[in-house]
């Protein structure tokens, strides 16, 4: 069983909340993880039909049949159940623990467990595997391969085929969670503008662009992008603007939760077409992005990540607030060591002045240049 780094935070969180809820996208190994850590609880997944149905029907009789200690996954299918849930802790105030839910859309699941359970429940986000968890369970694969494979559990653990895992992740995903959502009309546009998300990872969303190719409006876009963050497919980051006025742009970046199901609506078929693909430098810089955004939240930190771009075209990839402090990352696929690459984010340090670590992620080995570091990918886990 691979060993989650989020697991020690989940056990401070056990000893100190009534609630833990773990939540993130379909497939990252939640139940696993929470049945790992509390292998005595009881056990119900409210996707089953028969389980949910009971528990809408009658949600006393229910939590009657399933007393605490008890892992409930997919909790955000039966809402109502967080009202009883809170009731039961309520009676019982001393007790840690009580119960771990699961769940995998964040607006429905976050809306009540702020409104029934606040101050009762710590909510932790578990992501794909990090570069450092897939290390500790194997020989950690070539550059290419990561991008390809992706970060998904069962990749790792079950030696499952990335083409049949994430195209029956799709087909699930499109059918049961945006269905749910959205009762599309049209399948295909939503599948096209999946695509057309995947050719833009790592860029600017230009909402009317992606609209006009789709044929929908770009209040549909920015609609249909919301659900795929809130379904946990894909994250943004925003423009870092505090104390550069408006010189800064202010659309978001979009990246995918794992960069594997992005090669995969890219129509990448094996690790040999990733170099060689137009996307390969978003895809690269998609899965820093990700990794460092998975050791954050592994750790029980906010992301608080963010761009640097203005309206002349100066970028710098990634800008992370810790405290007063900030770290800036460059970021980039080549494997050859460049001087230039540090150059954005020496400017930028000398600008703000309040800079913590300076970073050029790439792949190539250990270096440094104008007091910048250059780090290969595999160890940038290892910087937080």
Request: aromatic letters at 10%.
């Amino acid at each position: 069983m691979i060993q989650r780094q989020m697991a020690e935070w989940l056990k401070i969180m056990a000893r100190e909340y009534a609630v833990v809820s773990i939540m993130g996208p379909r497939q990252s190994g939640k139940t696993t993880l929470a049945k790992m850590l509390f292998p005595d609880y009881g056990y119900v997944n409210l996707e089953d039909p028969d389980l949910r149905r009971a528990a809408e029907a009658d949600g006393a009789d229910f939590m009657a049949k399933h007393p605490a200690p008890l892992i409930i996954d997919e909790v955000q299918r039966v809402p109502e159940l967080l009202s009883r849930i809170q009731v039961k802790v309520d009676a019982n105030p001393t007790r840690k623990a009580a119960y771990i839910l699961t769940g995998s859309h964040q607006p429905a699941l976050r809306e009540g467990l702020s409104q029934s359970l606040a101050g009762r429940v710590a909510i932790a986000t578990l992501m794909p595997l990090s570069i450092e968890e897939v290390a500790s369970s194997c020989p950690l694969p070539s550059r290419e391969e990561l991008v390809f494979r992706g970060f998904m559990p069962r990749i790792y653990g079950e030696g499952a085929t990335p083409g049949f895992l994430y195209s029956n992740y799709l087909a699930t995903y499109v059918e049961r969670d945006v269905n749910a959502i959205l009762a599309l009309k049209d399948r295909r546009q939503f599948e096209t503008f999946l695509r057309l998300v995947a050719g833009r990872v790592g860029q600017l969303v230009n909402y009317e662009s992606i609209a006009s190719e789709v044929g929908v409006s770009a209040a549909t876009v920015k609609a249909w992008l919301s659900v795929l963050e809130a379904s946990y497919i894909t994250f943004t980051l925003p423009c870092y603007y505090r104390n550069f006025g408006k010189r800064f742009v202010k659309a978001p970046k979009v990246y995918f939760t794992d960069v594997g199901l992005c090669c995969h609506l890219l129509g990448i078929r094996d690790a040999d077409q990733v170099d060689r693909d137009p996307a390969f430098g978003g895809l690269f810089e998609n899965m820093v992005i990700a990794d460092i955004l998975k050791t954050r939240l592994n750790r029980g930190l906010e992301p608080d990540m963010y761009f640097v771009r203005d309206y002349k075209g100066f970028e710098v990839d990634l800008l992370v607030e810790n405290g007063r402090k900030v770290d800036l990352y460059e970021i980039k696929s080549s494997v050859s060591f460049h001087d230039s690459f540090a150059d954005n984010v020496s400017r930028l340090a000398s600008i703000m002045g309040n800079v913590n670590r300076k970073t050029v992620v790439y792949s190539g080995e250990a270096a440094s240049a104008q007091g910048v570091e250059f780090v290969n990918y595999a160890h940038v886990g290892k910087l937080h």
